[in-house]
């Protein structure tokens, strides 16, 4: 994160004095990139004086009762995390620590919040980017078929089963999933990352399927699979009933272009004329809703996390908030907020690619 | 010799709101092989829905009655793979606006080629080096460049003439061209007119060219079908027809039709609008805004019936009518 932070601004004049006049997607990708700086900026500002505007005490929060009797202790916790100086020179500190890459001290793992996100931020992708593909070949596969049938029957069940599956709450969801797969059918771990008597492999990028696999230790691959099975049924089912609605609204769209009819009235197979003409023409929309899917993912879920152990963003974020633990919660929320523009960014690219149109000139 | 496109009694009726809409009643009408012929009348008179209709691309739950043969084959009875045999190689349509028949976000050349090596059997070769003829043969410059191109860094001219190359890619035998001047400049339609009568001279493609302006019917066509509420009111020579039209509908076409020189106060617009599908009177659909109507043209809807030479009008009264001299 703080290397992004700090490359951009050299970026920007690097592209600018060159003799010939930028590329223009380094243009764009320079521009979008000071938008994110300032919008990091804006997440501190605002995160910050909203931890501190909330009734709640972080001494209070963080120091048992006994403590909190003894004036000296609450004074000395006050001076450790600078709690005893105005709120502007709080601020000023935390950005010149920020600059430095320095996120500050959690209250309450009494780490780096740096290196806990390091260490949770993976957990969580290890959830995001398998649900996210499954979610998207699951998910526009069904959408368009719903939208190919439109009002028959497989279009009534796929927009019943949308309904169902956006109304259903995820603890539920998950808990039912757990009592059918793990306590019935013992077909998948109730929780955790790794069976008891695994060790995590050396870490690469800290998603222990993808560092077993590196590390060649195939069993703790397999067994880092299995635990990933009924986090990711869940997210993935969830995720699938988002994106069903707006694939098939977008696809049925698209269905009524003249281009579609065009096509038809070429002789092309039908297959041909849903996979390369309809499925490019739909894909804009769909991409958009993905991508906040996906970062909506990414930026960890309470409750699955939660109910299945997983050690996610999700869960550092909920366990940040309710300590009032401020230099984790600008941590999570500076991670947040860069998941989003990044996300963002990608999605805005992608547009060019589907999209001759958009491309930019 | 049989006609290359012959069409009898039609009728297609589609499912609407509140029941079922007839949309075309008792159509009939043939096309010879290379030969140009017209439909003209009003928006919404079904002239476009026939055109969907011969190429299987009604929407579900239309019902089709009557017989539609092209070069021998029954339209009406294909399946799937008959139609997806059809559509492109046999008959082949280009359509109203090309900007929307279009497809954004795929090359011109791939519009171009894909059909053409379904159809044709050609690999990517030979299917490169056809569509670059295509593309001359519309007259469009450097096609090598055109093929890599997107449909929207084109002109709506160049456009149309890319949408024509890609309805004669497979090399149909007949070529619906529905309205395909109507979303261009006038100045750009003259050329497209002049595109497709050439490739009939030069092919021997055979066009049915939909339009609603009548003018463009006397340019091109040697033979014309007059629609109106989904029926043929009238057909005949071209030249006939224009001159001295028998059905009271084609000459009030003709009649609020401008010419450049013509002031606006001597234009007759028709009086009323054409009748909803479904909603059409019990006799001659025409007749509540006809001003020779009878009350014989209240009791049933009158068939088409020989006239003059060639010609043949459905109208009970054919009363003697009085043409504004062009």
């Given at each position: 994160?703080?290397?992004?932070?700090?490359?951009?601004?050299?970026?920007?004049?690097?592209t600018a004095?060159?003799?010939r006049?930028?590329?223009?997607?380094?243009?764009?990708?320079?521009?979008?990139?000071?938008?994110?700086?300032?919008?990091?900026?804006?997440?501190?500002?605002?995160?910050?004086?909203?931890?501190?505007?909330?009734?709640?005490?972080?001494?209070?929060?963080?120091?048992?009762?006994?403590?909190?009797?003894?004036?000296?202790?609450?004074?000395?916790?006050?001076?450790?995390?600078?709690?005893?100086?105005?709120?502007?020179?709080?601020?000023?500190?935390y950005?010149?620590?920020?600059?430095?890459?320095?996120?500050?001290?959690?209250?309450?793992?009494?780490?780096?919040?740096?290196?806990?996100?390091?260490?949770?931020?993976?957990?969580?992708?290890?959830?995001?980017?398998?649900?996210?593909?499954?979610?998207?070949?699951?998910?526009?596969?069904?959408?368009?078929?719903?939208?190919?049938?439109?009002?028959?029957?497989?279009?009534?069940?796929?927009?019943?089963?949308?309904?169902?599956?956006?109304?259903?709450?995820?603890?539920?969801?998950?808990?039912?999933?757990?009592?059918?797969?793990?306590?019935?059918?013992?077909?998948?771990?109730?929780g955790?990352?790794?069976?008891?008597?695994?060790?995590?492999?050396?870490?690469?990028?800290?998603?222990?399927?993808?560092?077993?696999?590196?590390?060649g230790?195939?069993?703790?691959?397999w067994d880092?699979?299995?635990?990933?099975?009924?986090?990711?049924?869940?997210?993935?089912?969830?995720?699938?009933?988002?994106?069903?609605?707006?694939?098939?609204?977008?696809?049925?769209?698209?269905?009524?272009?003249?281009?579609?009819?065009?096509?038809?009235?070429?002789?092309?197979?039908?297959?041909?004329?849903?996979?390369?003409?309809?499925?490019?023409?739909?894909?804009?929309?769909?991409?958009?809703?993905?991508?906040?899917?996906?970062?909506?993912?990414?930026?960890?879920?309470?409750?699955?996390?939660?109910?299945?152990?997983?050690?996610?963003?999700?869960?550092?974020?909920?366990?940040?908030?309710?300590?009032?633990?401020?230099?984790?919660?600008?941590?999570?929320?500076?991670?947040?907020a860069?998941?989003?523009?990044?996300?963002?960014?990608?999605?805005?690219?992608?547009?060019?690619?589907?999209?001759?149109?958009?491309?930019?000139? | 010799?049989?006609?290359?496109?012959?069409?009898d009694?039609?009728?297609?009726?589609?499912?609407?709101?509140?029941?079922?809409?007839p949309?075309?009643?008792?159509?009939?009408?043939?096309?010879?092989?290379?030969?140009?012929?017209?439909?003209?009348?009003?928006?919404?008179?079904?002239?476009s829905?026939?055109?969907?209709?011969?190429?299987?691309?009604?929407?579900?739950?239309?019902?089709?009655?009557?017989t539609?043969?092209?070069?021998?084959?029954?339209?009406?009875?294909?399946?799937?793979?008959?139609?997806?045999?059809?559509?492109?190689?046999?008959?082949?349509?280009?359509?109203?606006?090309?900007?929307?028949?279009?497809?954004?976000?795929?090359?011109?050349?791939?519009?171009?080629?894909?059909?053409?090596?379904?159809?044709?059997?050609?690999?990517?070769?030979?299917?490169?080096?056809?569509?670059?003829?295509?593309?001359?043969?519309?007259?469009?410059?450097?096609?090598?460049?055109?093929?890599?191109?997107?449909?929207?860094?084109?002109?709506?001219?160049?456009?149309?003439?890319?949408?024509?190359?890609?309805?004669?890619?497979?090399?149909?035998?007949?070529?619906?061209?529905?309205?395909?001047?109507?979303?261009?400049?006038?100045?750009?339609?003259?050329?497209?007119?002049?595109?497709?009568?050439?490739?009939?001279?030069?092919?021997?493609?055979?066009?049915?060219?939909?339009?609603?302006?009548?003018?463009?019917?006397?340019?091109?066509t040697?033979?014309?079908?007059?629609?109106?509420?989904?029926?043929?009111?009238?057909?005949?020579?071209?030249?006939?027809?224009?001159?001295a039209?028998?059905?009271p509908?084609?000459?009030a076409?003709?009649?609020?039709?401008?010419?450049?020189t013509?002031?606006?106060?001597?234009?007759?617009?028709?009086?009323?609008?054409?009748?909803?599908?479904?909603?059409?009177?019990?006799?001659?659909?025409?007749?509540?805004?006809c001003?020779?109507?009878?009350?014989?043209?209240?009791?049933?809807?009158?068939?088409?019936?020989?006239?003059?030479?060639?010609?043949?009008?459905?109208c009970?009264?054919?009363?003697h009518?009085?043409?504004?001299?062009?």
């Amino acid at each position: 994160m703080t290397t992004v932070h700090n490359g951009e601004p050299g970026a920007v004049t690097t592209t600018a004095s060159r003799p010939r006049r930028a590329h223009p997607l380094l243009a764009f990708l320079a521009k979008r990139l000071a938008i994110t700086a300032g919008l990091l900026l804006g997440v501190t500002v605002v995160t910050f004086g909203l931890v501190n505007v909330v009734p709640g005490d972080p001494v209070t929060a963080n120091l048992s009762d006994q403590a909190l009797n003894d004036p000296a202790t609450v004074a000395a916790f006050r001076e450790k995390w600078g709690l005893d100086q105005p709120l502007w020179q709080q601020y000023l500190h935390y950005l010149g620590n920020l600059v430095r890459g320095d996120l500050g001290v959690s209250q309450q793992t009494g780490r780096a919040v740096l290196d806990d996100l390091v260490r949770y931020v993976p957990a969580t992708m290890e959830l995001a980017i398998p649900t996210m593909l499954l979610a998207l070949v699951i998910g526009t596969g069904i959408g368009m078929l719903a939208a190919v049938r439109n009002g028959r029957l497989t279009d009534q069940l796929v927009r019943v089963g949308a309904l169902l599956g956006l109304s259903t709450p995820p603890f539920w969801l998950s808990l039912v999933v757990l009592y059918v797969f793990f306590y019935q059918l013992g077909l998948a771990p109730s929780g955790g990352r790794l069976s008891t008597g695994f060790s995590p492999p050396p870490t690469v990028t800290g998603m222990y399927t993808v560092d077993a696999a590196l590390a060649g230790q195939w069993d703790v691959a397999w067994d880092a699979a299995q635990h990933l099975t009924l986090p990711v049924l869940v997210l993935t089912s969830l995720t699938v009933a988002l994106l069903v609605r707006f694939v098939r609204s977008a696809m049925l769209e698209v269905l009524q272009q003249d281009y579609i009819r065009a096509a038809y009235a070429k002789g092309l197979p039908a297959r041909v004329v849903l996979r390369r003409h309809l499925l490019r023409a739909g894909l804009v929309p769909v991409v958009t809703v993905s991508g906040l899917a996906f970062a909506s993912l990414l930026s960890g879920t309470v409750l699955v996390e939660s109910i299945f152990g997983w050690p996610g963003v999700g869960q550092y974020a909920y366990r940040s908030a309710t300590a009032l633990d401020l230099p984790a919660i600008l941590g999570v929320s500076l991670f947040v907020a860069l998941v989003y523009t990044l996300v963002n960014l990608t999605v805005d690219l992608l547009y060019g690619l589907i999209d001759p149109r958009i491309r930019l000139s | 010799m049989a006609p290359l496109l012959d069409v009898d009694s039609l009728a297609v009726t589609l499912p609407g709101p509140r029941g079922p809409l007839p949309i075309l009643h008792d159509v009939s009408l043939t096309v010879d092989e290379g030969e140009l012929v017209g439909i003209a009348g009003e928006s919404g008179c079904g002239k476009s829905l026939t055109a969907q209709t011969l190429l299987g691309l009604l929407p579900a739950g239309a019902r089709i009655t009557g017989t539609a043969r092209f070069a021998g084959t029954d339209l009406l009875g294909l399946d799937n793979r008959g139609w997806q045999r059809i559509r492109g190689a046999g008959i082949a349509m280009v359509f109203q606006d090309p900007t929307a028949a279009l497809h954004p976000m795929l090359t011109v050349g791939r519009q171009l080629t894909e059909h053409m090596r379904v159809h044709l059997r050609l690999d990517r070769r030979s299917a490169t080096r056809r569509a670059v003829e295509l593309l001359d043969q519309v007259r469009i410059p450097d096609p090598e460049q055109a093929l890599r191109a997107y449909p929207h860094q084109f002109s709506g001219g160049m456009r149309q003439r890319a949408a024509i190359a890609i309805a004669l890619a497979a090399r149909p035998r007949l070529l619906i061209a529905d309205e395909p001047t109507t979303a261009l400049d006038v100045t750009v339609q003259a050329g497209i007119l002049a595109l497709l009568d050439r490739l009939r001279a030069e092919t021997g493609l055979a066009v049915a060219f939909i339009t609603h302006d009548l003018g463009v019917l006397s340019a091109l066509t040697s033979r014309g079908y007059v629609f109106y509420a989904g029926r043929v009111v009238e057909t005949g020579p071209t030249g006939s027809l224009l001159t001295a039209p028998t059905h009271p509908y084609t000459a009030a076409l003709l009649g609020a039709r401008p010419h450049g020189t013509q002031a606006v106060g001597t234009l007759r617009p028709i009086p009323g609008a054409p009748p909803a599908p479904g909603e059409a009177p019990a006799g001659c659909p025409f007749q509540p805004r006809c001003r020779y109507a009878e009350p014989a043209c209240g009791t049933a809807p009158p068939p088409l019936a020989p006239a003059a030479a060639d010609r043949s009008v459905a109208c009970v009264v054919r009363p003697h009518l009085e043409v504004t001299a062009r």
